[in-house]
């Protein structure tokens, strides 16, 4: 088994006129499917109007700013608004992630950050993962068994089992 480790949270997604990124460029996947980019594009379209499920789980709590656990829990209770958001993190995610699987052919992809506990967020990937890839490139894909114990830097990190079974050093 080869042993590979990537951090895909900078692949460019937006080829122009992307929100800035920490690293310095702009339009990363990161800007768009990391947890703060999700609650700050839900952040820019909060209000009753466009996103009434999570407008009243604002209200109903204090700090009435939502985090990503809000936008999330919204977007499965039918808030239209903050499921296109999600809905665009994951469809950056998966567009990421198949390049992954189509470069590289991995065994299997090992999902590390806090995002992937909440099972609506992983449900919704992997049912995006399940769309445009073919049988010959079939891949397991699985919560890391470290996650949260790891430094949570990346949107999504690829690995095989050997890295992780290193106790995340790459070797
Ligand atoms: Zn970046």
């Known amino acids: 088994m080869t042993e590979q480790c990537a951090e895909i949270g900078h692949i460019p997604v937006i080829p122009r006129g992307g929100k800035p990124c920490s690293c310095g460029k702009s339009g990363c996947l990161e800007t768009i499917a990391s947890p703060a980019a ?83 967020y992983l449900f919704r990937l992997l049912s995006e993962m399940r769309e445009g890839v073919d049988t010959r490139h079939a891949v397991v894909i699985e919560k890391s068994r470290y996650n949260l114990r790891l430094e949570d830097r990346a949107a999504g990190l690829l690995a095989v089992q050997a890295f992780l079974e290193n106790g995340g050093v790459r070797p």
């Open 38 to 120: 999700i609650v700050e594009d839900a952040l820019a379209i909060l209000s009753e109007e466009e996103t009434p499920v999570l407008w009243k789980l604002c209200r109903e709590k204090s700090p009435a700013a939502p985090d990503i656990g809000d936008v999330l829990n919204a977007a499965l209770g039918g808030d239209r608004g903050a499921s296109a958001i999600v809905g665009r993190a994951v469809s950056a995610l998966g567009a990421a992630l198949k390049s992954v699987i189509y470069l590289l052919d991995p065994d299997k992809i090992v999902l590390y950050g806090h995002i992937f506990e909440n099972a609506y």
